[in-house]
């Protein structure tokens, strides 16, 4: 169905493009899919401050990094732990108007960080941060798949391309407002989440109108999608992607928490120029990862994840011991490669398991956030005793995990359908 315009009075926003209510977009909704980009930008903005903030509550609260990696799990698992069984109920009951309620548990989460005057109260604060992404990111993606088109991975890449720009700007804008105003700055970072919140919400009227044919949709998925691989097959090719998440997500855990320390210890950087360097590896990411959506698209998934994990290797050992200037560029190379990662494996488990978009949206996004956030914690201990430069060294073999993608079976480029 050609997307139509409704009459005056009656249409919604322009940045929202709309097709007739229970119709199955024949493209990509491009209104739709930049909306939801810019939510994720939001989302993953709001996210990455509180990273990028570490430097000041650690001065101003008088932290350890084993702190820092209790402030970072807490933050990590209450944005994973829900998000497999958002998806799962969300399968069978879709919440359109859940991503604007997702937005004002991170507003809340934002208003209560800027004030918080010890550790305890952080920790609830970046827990309210955590539930927000923890409801946004199952039914965002489910809204993604939905509106693509069938161009699954160019879909999931829009996506993801918003939430990687947003996770760069977390420090640019801790840098630029944070460091010279203090932690109290922070409450400013609210009236983002009040934009969120009114994207979101045009987004669920969107999605409220195009409920009908999801049942309908979800059944031609499982129908003409069939993998024709053993259950046992299955769980064992969804050990081998969670083994592929905990690779990436472990080293992204070293950079995302670490990089800024291992920057001002090794080089007397002070934190400004530290984040500025954060803010390029994350630049990176944002621009790497549309790379791999549409790459996977029309040569497969697996062909992608081969690439994007395991090519990261030589750059990642050979970051520890470069000089400033090559810890700049290895650090972009490997953000630019492994940001393909992600959207890979996540169409790639949504093919593995047809019709279940929303929970192997909702388990590969928790994995994401809890993966790093254990990451984070681990390795702060790890920092306390060994120190940062050691952490840095374990963490650049662990892009060799990406050896274990010869196991997974070659799924082909899939059939176009829409769920």
């Given at each position: 169905m050609r997307p139509t315009t409704e009459a005056p009075g009656n249409s919604p926003p322009?940045?929202?493009?709309?097709?007739?209510?229970?119709?199955?977009?024949?493209?990509?909704?491009?209104?739709?899919?930049?909306?939801l980009s810019f939510a994720h930008l939001v989302n993953d903005t709001l996210q990455s401050l509180i990273p990028a903030i570490y430097p000041i509550l650690k001065t101003e609260l008088r932290l350890d990094y084993s702190h820092i990696g209790l402030i970072t799990l807490t933050n990590q698992l209450t944005a994973s732990l829900?998000?497999?069984?958002?998806?799962?109920?969300?399968?069978?009951?879709?919440?359109?108007?859940s991503l604007a309620l997702g937005m004002a548990s991170t507003l809340a989460g934002l208003v209560l960080l800027s004030i918080a005057?010890?550790?305890?109260?952080?920790?609830v604060a970046v827990a309210f941060v955590g539930i927000g992404s923890s409801v946004f990111h199952p039914e965002a993606s489910r809204v993604a798949h939905l509106s693509s088109g069938g161009r699954f991975g160019f879909a999931q890449s829009v996506f993801q391309v918003g939430g990687n720009a947003g996770s760069s700007l977390g420090p640019l804008l801790a840098a630029a407002i944070v460091v010279y105003r203090g932690q109290k700055s922070?409450?400013?970072?609210s009236l983002l989440a009040l934009v969120g919140i009114i994207v979101l919400t045009r987004i669920g009227v969107w999605y409220r109108n195009h409920l009908a044919h999801h049942h309908a949709a979800k059944r031609h998925a499982v129908l003409h999608r069939e993998t024709g691989l053993t259950r046992r097959r299955v769980l064992f090719s969804l050990g081998i992607l969670i083994m592929l998440v905990f690779s990436k997500y472990f080293y992204l855990a070293s950079?995302?928490?670490?990089?800024?320390?291992?920057?001002?210890?090794?080089?007397?950087?002070?934190?400004?120029?530290?984040?500025?360097?954060?803010?390029?590896?994350?630049?990176?990411?944002?621009?790497?990862?549309?790379?791999g959506g549409p790459v996977g698209d029309r040569i497969g998934r697996k062909a992608v994840i081969w690439v994007s994990i395991l090519g990261v290797a030589p750059f990642a050992l050979a970051l520890p011991y470069a000089n400033l200037f090559w810890c700049a560029?290895?650090?972009?190379?490997?953000?630019?490669?492994?940001?393909?990662?992600?959207?890979?494996?996540?169409?790639?488990?949504?093919?593995?398991?047809?019709?279940?978009?929303?929970?192997?949206?909702?388990?590969f996004f928790g994995l994401a956030f809890g993966l790093g956030g254990i990451g984070s914690a681990v390795l702060g201990a790890m920092a306390d005793r060994h120190g940062i430069p050691f952490v840095f060294q374990v963490c650049s073999y662990l892009p060799l995990i990406g050896l274990l993608t010869a196991l997974l079976p070659n799924l082909g480029t899939p059939r176009r359908t829409t769920v």
């Amino acid at each position: 169905m050609r997307p139509t315009t409704e009459a005056p009075g009656n249409s919604p926003p322009a940045c929202v493009d709309e097709v007739e209510p229970g119709a199955v977009p024949a493209a990509p909704v491009f209104g739709i899919l930049f909306a939801l980009s810019f939510a994720h930008l939001v989302n993953d903005t709001l996210q990455s401050l509180i990273p990028a903030i570490y430097p000041i509550l650690k001065t101003e609260l008088r932290l350890d990094y084993s702190h820092i990696g209790l402030i970072t799990l807490t933050n990590q698992l209450t944005a994973s732990l829900l998000q497999p069984f958002v998806g799962a109920f969300t399968d069978k009951h879709p919440q359109p108007f859940s991503l604007a309620l997702g937005m004002a548990s991170t507003l809340a989460g934002l208003v209560l960080l800027s004030i918080a005057p010890n550790l305890t109260l952080v920790l609830v604060a970046v827990a309210f941060v955590g539930i927000g992404s923890s409801v946004f990111h199952p039914e965002a993606s489910r809204v993604a798949h939905l509106s693509s088109g069938g161009r699954f991975g160019f879909a999931q890449s829009v996506f993801q391309v918003g939430g990687n720009a947003g996770s760069s700007l977390g420090p640019l804008l801790a840098a630029a407002i944070v460091v010279y105003r203090g932690q109290k700055s922070v409450i400013w970072f609210s009236l983002l989440a009040l934009v969120g919140i009114i994207v979101l919400t045009r987004i669920g009227v969107w999605y409220r109108n195009h409920l009908a044919h999801h049942h309908a949709a979800k059944r031609h998925a499982v129908l003409h999608r069939e993998t024709g691989l053993t259950r046992r097959r299955v769980l064992f090719s969804l050990g081998i992607l969670i083994m592929l998440v905990f690779s990436k997500y472990f080293y992204l855990a070293s950079m995302s928490s670490y990089y800024t320390f291992f920057l001002i210890q090794k080089f007397s950087l002070s934190v400004r120029d530290a984040q500025l360097h954060l803010f390029i590896f994350l630049a990176a990411i944002a621009a790497g990862t549309f790379l791999g959506g549409p790459v996977g698209d029309r040569i497969g998934r697996k062909a992608v994840i081969w690439v994007s994990i395991l090519g990261v290797a030589p750059f990642a050992l050979a970051l520890p011991y470069a000089n400033l200037f090559w810890c700049a560029v290895l650090s972009a190379i490997i953000g630019l490669i492994l940001a393909s990662a992600f959207s890979a494996i996540l169409v790639y488990s949504q093919e593995l398991i047809p019709g279940k978009v929303g929970t192997m949206s909702g388990l590969f996004f928790g994995l994401a956030f809890g993966l790093g956030g254990i990451g984070s914690a681990v390795l702060g201990a790890m920092a306390d005793r060994h120190g940062i430069p050691f952490v840095f060294q374990v963490c650049s073999y662990l892009p060799l995990i990406g050896l274990l993608t010869a196991l997974l079976p070659n799924l082909g480029t899939p059939r176009r359908t829409t769920v």
